[in-house]
Nanobody, 127 residues
Framework: QGQLLESGGGLVQAGGSLRLSCAAS????????MAWFRQAPGREREFVGV?????????DLADSVKGRFSIFRDKRGNPMYLQMNNLKPEDTGVYYC???????????????????WGQGTQVTVSS
């Protein structure tokens, strides 16, 4: 398992934007699906979106964030980013990045599909 480190969280007003970064240790290459999850107080960890391993590419996003969030990698493959636009109070939570359990395999939206996790970064959206 590799190491992941998120950054970029903070406090923002509704309608604002934030960009989260996820830096991965070298063992986690672009051959892994990588995802973002979030967890609000008292709720289960929720899938936000995933970016597929190279060269498959592409992303899958949760319906709740489609049209507002996007996931992409730096041209060098690391770090991975979560661009969040038009933020809503219900987007508040701790955001985690994760790397899939196995390389070159399609991961689903369940946390058990991911073996490496960051420590999380807090995002708070005020109304």
């Amino acid at each position: 398992q590799g190491q992941l480190l998120e950054s970029g969280g903070g406090l923002v007003q509704a309608g604002g934007s934030l960009r989260l970064s996820c830096a991965a240790s070298p063992v986690i290459t672009t051959r892994y699906d990588m995802a973002w999850f979030r967890q609000a107080p008292g709720r289960e960890r929720e899938f936000v979106g995933v970016i597929r391993w190279t060269p498959v590419g592409g992303t899958d996003l949760a319906d709740s964030v489609k049209g507002r969030f996007s996931i992409f990698r730096d041209k060098r493959g690391n770090p991975m980013y979560l661009q969040m636009n038009n933020l809503k109070p219900e987007d508040t939570g701790v955001y985690y990045c994760a790397a899939a359990r196995n390389p070159l395999q399609r991961a689903g939206g369940d946390p058990s599909d991911f073996a490496s996790w960051g420590q999380g970064t807090q995002v708070t959206v005020s109304s």
